[in-house]
């Protein structure tokens, strides 16, 4: 993995008072674009911004993935794009943020995911909203020549993230829902055996609850295949100073270590994570159970 | 330079700080993580989070759930050990001019006082932070900072251990913090640091099961604010003389005169550097251009200034 990985570079992070450009729901999400061409300059998919939100009693900043940075060219301003989800006071405020108000954002903060150093076939594998930062990165690496194959689960049809960028750009698309509304009929994980068949995935990414980090994680490790992931864990500051988003990672030296998802993360090797620690033993297990082999039920 | 002729100078228990604002113990890190925004050399005091003995790894999530004006967190003073953090952080911190006030804590006497022996004569610790809010193993998991008599002990041995002025940092949740705070200085404290979080819990209505992790955890940030002030007040008001961080909830200047006004000498800014990572910066500009405006010319001028409405 590490000879694959480039180091990933990161500017630090600004604090800004944004302008909300447009607006766009769909489904139970809503897509913010922030007028932030600074912040957009210095983004890297996997990062995160930290943003204020007017809620009354309402201190800490929401940690939001970044879905989209695009860097202003010849006059056009660089924005910065926000998925926003339904849960929660501080979401539902985001929610109901109009075209032209502003937003205080810290940021961008955390690692972002490692693009490879050369030319390699990478598998994203995304759940409910969690998936929005796989379009920003597929539209990172697709550019730079590398194969990029897209799996985007969610419980229902309705929850399913659709983009129809990253679904223009990325090599193949498939799609999994846990009550077969839409695409197959289970977890992402019952739809990566097909793609590993192929045996030319040199590497997977994933993003979005921590159970299906857990369970992606698991299954590409049995494949032998480097992962990484962007990890979810409350925080507090996002800052790397309060110490509540810690994740128990397996360090080189075989020691299990503490590991702030702000700093040390978002991204991180998906095999290092100790996911039993984090009580997910059940999405590890049911992710030992799926078929490798199970390549027949390919239908991107 | 903020450009107006206030002194923001304050004298804390034989330390000089160039300006009041300090970090709070554990709201900070090791100073490292800041200097991403602010300058660490120009903060009053670098308060760094506390430091044991041994490395721990501390508690296991969820460590944070956010209430009303606040957020309780149950962290178990993760931390690199006291040996780790002077080869690693310290000199970090003296190279950017920081003045640097050791946070310890401890299961037992013997261990704060471990942590205390090796500071002893380390060039660039300007002060220790004693925190009291530790379980004692050696007196059934007490907290030492509810009993007098375990407060006194502990800030003793820290006291003989230690070569530089010895902060006690209370919390509200003792019966009667001003006779914690006079049984510290009795002991040795040269000045306290009011107050640490306050201890709360928050249940999911649904499942019923406990927010944190650890069940219970350190309430801080706006809600506690009230609180903080009047234990400034009232252990200002029975001991003028001993010098005091104001510390819960800081978020605006007028939230830092305040303190000031309660009695405290300097202001400690915790979770709302979780939410204005420039909030050392921004205090201490706007505490100046506050002061310059109602025509206060310095710091110490306002300490202890606040008074109280006639009975009649």
Known sequence: ?300 | MTGTNVDLTTRLAGLRLDNPIVTASGCFASGREMQRFVDVGRIGAVVVKSLTAAPREGLPTPRMVETPSGMLNAIGLQNPGVDAWLANDLPWLVERGATVVVSVAGDSVDDFAHVARRLRGVEGVAAIEVNLSCPNVEHRGLVFALDPQASAELVRAVARASDVPVIAKLTADASDVVAIARAVVDAGADGLTLINTVLGMAIDPVSGVAELANTYGGLSGPAIRPIAVRVVHQVHQALPDVPIIGCGGVRTVEDVVQFLRAGARAVAVGTGGFVDPFATETLREGLAAWMAEHGHTAVSDLVGTATVRDAG
């Open chain 1, 1 to 300: 993995m590490s000879d694959v990985m480039g180091r990933v570079e990161e500017d630090g992070p600004l604090r800004v008072v944004a302008e909300v450009v447009a607006r766009r729901p769909s489904g139970p999400y809503v897509t913010l674009v922030l007028a932030a061409p600074e912040l957009a300059a210095r983004c890297r998919p996997g990062q995160f911004l930290e943003v204020a939100v007017d809620v009354p009693g309402t201190l800490l900043r929401r940690p939001l993935s970044i879905a989209r940075a695009e860097v202003g060219e010849a006059g056009s301003l660089g924005t910065v794009s926000l998925v926003v989800g339904p849960e929660g006071e501080g979401s539902a405020w985001l929610g109901r943020v109009r075209t032209g108000q502003q937003l205080d954002v810290v940021g961008p903060l955390g690692r972002a995911f490692p693009i490879p150093q050369r030319p390699a076939t990478c598998l994203l594998v995304g759940g409910g909203y969690g998936a929005a930062p796989l379009h920003y990165l597929t539209e990172v690496l697709v550019p730079l020549g590398h194969r990029v194959d897209l799996i985007v689960g969610a419980a229902t049809e309705d929850t399913l993230l659709h983009s129809i960028e990253a679904k223009r750009l990325a090599h193949s698309l498939r799609t999994t829902t846990d009550d077969g509304s839409a695409g197959l009929h289970g977890r992402v994980t019952d739809a990566m055996p097909a793609v590993l068949a192929r045996g030319d995935v040199d590497v997977v990414y994933a993003c979005g609850p921590n159970a299906m980090l857990a369970a992606v994680s698991t299954v590409a490790t049995r494949a032998g295949i480097p992962v990484r992931v962007a990890l979810e864990e409350r925080m507090a500051c996002g800052l790397g100073v309060c110490f509540t988003c810690v994740i128990p990672v397996r360090d080189r030296d075989d020691e299990v270590r503490m590991r702030r998802s702000c700093i040390d993360g978002p991204v991180m090797d998906g095999a290092r994570v100790q996911w039993r620690a984090l009580g997910l033993a059940g999405a590890v297990e049911a992710a030992e159970r799926v078929d490798l082999a199970a390549a027949g039920t390919d239908a991107p």
